[in-house]
Structures are given as structure tokens and as C-alpha cells.
């Protein structure tokens, strides 16, 4: 079996990852783009990149045949609206989003555009993302989420040659080391997993999907509830390894232009709605002799497979209200321990809508 498929190098598959992890804490984006670049202006960049499973297809069918055949087999792996209905509640839907502003993310399906007008209440991961001033106090409580307060560096987590990379890679991006030195990784994270086309947009100040879902709930009256708050999210990210965090942060910085790629081909599987390719295409790209099969599956399993839990348990409540518009991130979605197959377990029949 290969080794390295034609779609993505070692640092390619890092990317992917990454990218994942923005699209898992989408409020991190926010928060850093605010921290470094409050109050400048912005010009517009366009955005380039190439679909990476399609020239898969062309380059090495049998791999794109394995990856297609495994995202076939993953439970709730098509689809990004579905029905909820529970005996003695009116019928809610989960719809799974991209923490991006792309035009092609923030335009809802027909179905699920109709599902949104029609709902009386809409419920996002946190509505903390929604007043910056408040989630910053709230933050502020727990610097030690964010930066590091003793004498910890990125550049100390690193050896020379990895901290010089770094901050070579940093000073492309128009990112000056020194004024992120403190940052946890995490924080960098999320900012340098993004093309700079998605970034100059957040930080003019387009919204990402979820935000303008509860921004246009608001204005028109829907009641907006949240499932969990940012500083749960950062201590979910938090209680991985810091290894981990800086080595991959590292590598996706040594990528440059390549991340355009990586954003094209998800935001491609997720207009297809293919959420259930997302994982097997980043297995696929990923060597495994170079990696922690462990560490990664902690990573999945804190990031989502836990959250997953809480997400159905908080919304419950607010479902047995009826009628709600429930939108958290797509990759909540598939898989046995996804929230598809969490809402079953917790019995509501859930159906997909417009397969």
C-alpha cells in the first residue's frame, strides 16, 4: 500500500487536520483575528486553490476507490439536514455547517433554508461568539486558556531549527513572532490553518455561517440558544498534549500556499455534503509510521466524540420546545458516535432531508 498518496505530502495531511481543527473551534479565528489585527483595514484577497480528491481520482484511482469505499461505510455519512421527531414534540432539524465565510458555505441548501425560516428557535455551538466583548471578560477569567503566563514561549516547545521555521513561516504571513510569542498554540492554530482569503473576510467582518445564522435569527425574532461555552471548548482543546499542538502547528506552517488546496477540497466534500469522507481522506493522507495513532484518536474523541454527548444533552431540553433549527459543525454529524446516531440512542427518529 502507499505510503504518501498523490493528493497530500506529509505536510499536506497536517494541513488537513488543522483545517479540521478550525472548522471544530470555529470562535478561534474570531478571537485571534481580534487580538492582532483590531481596528486595520484590510484589503481583499482571492482566493486559489485546487480540488484535492478530484486530481485524486485522476492520479491514483485505487486510493480514491478506498477512501470512497470507506466513507460509504461510515453510519450518516451523506447529508447535512436532518429531521428530528421525538413522540409529543414538534419536529426539529440538525444541520451541519462549515465555520467559514465562503459564499458557497454561508448560501443555504433550498431544504435547509426552508427548515430556518420556518423554525422558532435557532441553537448554535456558543452564543458567546456573538457579543466579542463578553466572551473576551469571560476569557479573561482564564488567561491561561489563551497565553501562557509564566515564562513559556512557542519558541521554548521548539528546537532551534523548528523555532527558526517557525518564525520564518510566521514572518511570511505578515505575522510579527513576537507579538504572538505568548500564544498558545492552539490559538496560532486555527488563525494558519486558513487561507488568507478566509481570514481577510473574517476579519473585515463576514460573519461565518453559524454566526450569521443566529445574527439573521436574531433580526427576524427566533429565540438563540448556544450548547456550550467558548472556555469549554478551550479547555476540550486544552487537555491534549502540548507536543502535539506545536508539532503540528510547525508543520502547517512550513505549508504556505498549499492550505488553499486543503480549504477548496472540504469546502467541495461539503457542498457534495459528503461529511462522511471528511476522516477517511485525512487517514488516507496521513503516513502512519510518522504519527500517534493514540494521540489522534484522543484528539477525535476530545474534540468531538465527547462533545458530541454534551451537545445532545443540552439541546435536549430546548428540542422538547419543537421546532428548533439546531446547526453545529458538520463533522459532529457522521459516524457511530456522531450526533446523528447520538440523537437515535437518546430517541428521536432522525431522518436525512433531501437525499
Known amino acids: 500500500m ?10 499536506a495531511a497536517v494541513s488537513l487536520k488543522l483545517l479540521v481543527v478550525a472548522n471544530i473551534l470555529f470562535f478561534l479565528s474570531f478571537l485571534v483575528i481580534m487580538l492582532l489585527t483590531a ?42 439536514l436532518w429531521k428530528l421527531e421525538k413522540p409529543g414534540e ?9 465555520h467559514m465565510t465562503d459564499p458557497r458555505v454561508t448560501t443555504l441548501p433550498a431544504a435547509a433554508q426552508k427548515a430556518f425560516d420556518a423554525s422558532d428557535t435557532v441553537i448554535i455551538e456558543t452564543t458567546e461568539v456573538l457579543d466579542q466583548k463578553k466572551m473576551m471578560a469571560a476569557l479573561l477569567k482564564e488567561p491561561d486558556l489563551m497565553m501562557f503566563t509564566d515564562n513559556t514561549t512557542l519558541s521554548s516547545l ?61 433580526a ?79 484528539f477525535e474523541e476530545t474534540m468531538i466524540t465527547s462533545r458530541n454527548k454534551v451537545m445532545v444533552d443540552h439541546a435536549q431540553p430546548i428540542l422538547a420546545k419543537g421546532n428548533a433549527f439546531m446547526a453545529v459543525g458538520a463533522l459532529h454529524l457522521p459516524g457511530p458516535q456522531g450526533l446523528v446516531e ?4 437518546a430517541g428521536y427518529t432522525v431522518t436525512a432531508v433531501g437525499l
Open 39 to 80: 481596528g486595520k483595514a484590510h484589503a481583499e484577497v482571492s482566493c486559489t486553490g485546487t480540488d484535492m480528491l478530484s486530481a485524486l481520482h485522476a492520479s491514483d484511482p485505487a486510493t480514491y476507490q478506498k477512501i470512497e469505499a470507506e466513507a460509504a461505510a461510515t453510519p450518516n455519512g451523506k447529508g447535512l
Open 220 to 298: 427576524s425574532g427566533k429565540a438563540v440558544e448556544g450548547l456550550e461555552t467558548v472556555a469549554d471548548q478551550l479547555h476540550a482543546m486544552a487537555s491534549l498534549p502540548i507536543a502535539l499542538h506545536m508539532k503540528d502547528l510547525v508543520e502547517t506552517l512550513k505549508l504556505g500556499d498549499k492550505v488553499n488546496d486543503v480549504n477548496e477540497t472540504m469546502i467541495v466534500l461539503y457542498q457534495r455534503g459528503d461529511t462522511g469522507l471528511f476522516w477517511p481522506l485525512f487517514r488516507a493522507a496521513m503516513p502512519g509510521e510518522q504519527d500517534d495513532p493514540a494521540a489522534y484518536a484522543a
Open 342 to 345: 447520538d440523537f437515535r440512542k
Open 90 to 98: 414538534k419536529p426539529s432539524f440538525l444541520f451541519g455547517t462549515m
Open 2 to 11: 502507499k505510503r504518501v498518496i498523490a493528493i497530500a505530502d506529509r505536510a
Open 158 to 218: 521548539l528546537s532551534p531549527d523548528d523555532a527558526a521555521a517557525m518564525n520564518k513561516a510566521l514572518d511570511a504571513r505578515g505575522i510579527p513572532p513576537a507579538t504572538v510569542a505568548k500564544m498558545k498554540p492552539w490559538m496560532l492554530s486555527a488563525m494558519v490553518a486558513l487561507p488568507a482569503c478566509e481570514l481577510a473576510r473574517k476579519a473585515g467582518g463576514a460573519p461565518v455561517l453559524d454566526v450569521k445564522l443566529a445574527e439573521d435569527a436574531k
